[in-house]
């Protein structure tokens, strides 16, 4: 079982609508938990970080976790073409450290 | 301020040989993190550094190795390079080491190409 699991995609949604992105993780004793986003030839981008139960929004991007189901997600509000992206889930295990495990990556398309 | 600088952009090796990648941090961040991305493997940890001192490794062979400086800018070295090298090699800086809450800036990477 991988430690970070991602829907690898495509997820086509149309332009203005919710885009919903969820990743599950196998370490129940994870810590933190983030969101970054990565255009083609890119490096990734931070995006949104949680690290206790419930909702987190930042602008149009709200992350959700539920630790007891070892589930974050992320959703899009109104989105836009210059969403299409790749967005990764990462997830800091319970050793110490800055070590980021990383889910494979879903691929979003907005279609205009 | 400044981001995650790293260098080379692009690198074209061959088999066998030698490489050094390196990386500036942002300016006040202490803590450095090596990662490894292919289409195959995603994203993968290689190792961590603060105050000169690796912190953290993951499960890379030994010809992948690394050092940091200093003034924290760190170098990344792969020994007898092999096909599945070629790679995206990331550098990501934060401000501390250790804390779980700490978040990661990543550099635009060098790109590695083992022919």
């Known amino acids: 079982q991988k430690e970070v699991e991602q829907n690898s995609g495509p997820l086509s949604v149309p332009e203005g609508a919710i885009a919903s992105l969820n990743c599950t993780y196998s370490d129940r004793g994870s810590q933190s938990f983030f969101w970054y986003r990565q255009y083609s030839g890119k490096s990734p981008e931070l995006i949104m970080s949680i690290y206790s139960n419930g909702d987190k929004e930042d602008g149009r991007f709200t992350a959700q976790l539920n630790k007891a189901s070892q589930y974050v997600s992320l959703l899009i509000r109104d989105s836009q073409p210059s969403d299409s992206a790749t967005y990764l889930c990462a997830v800091t295990p319970r050793e110490y450290g800055n070590k980021l495990v990383f889910g494979a990556g879903t691929i979003l398309r907005v279609k205009s | 301020k400044a981001g995650v600088t790293q260098t080379p952009r692009y690198l074209i090796k061959t088999r066998g040989q030698q490489v050094t990648l390196s990386c500036s941090p942002i300016s006040g961040h202490r803590s450095v993190s090596w990662y490894q991305q292919t289409p195959g493997q995603g994203l993968q940890f290689l190792f961590e550094y603060f105050s000169e001192t690796q912190r953290n490794k993951g499960n890379f062979p030994g010809r992948f190795s690394g050092r940091q400086f200093s003034n924290s800018r760190s170098e990344m070295n792969v020994s007898t390079l092999e096909l599945g090298d070629s790679a995206l090699y990331l550098c990501?800086?934060?401000?501390?080491?250790?804390?779980?809450?700490?978040?990661?800036?990543f550099g635009s990477g060098t790109q590695l190409s083992v022919l």
């Open positions: 990501a800086s934060s401000l501390v080491q250790g804390s779980t809450n700490e978040k990661l800036f």
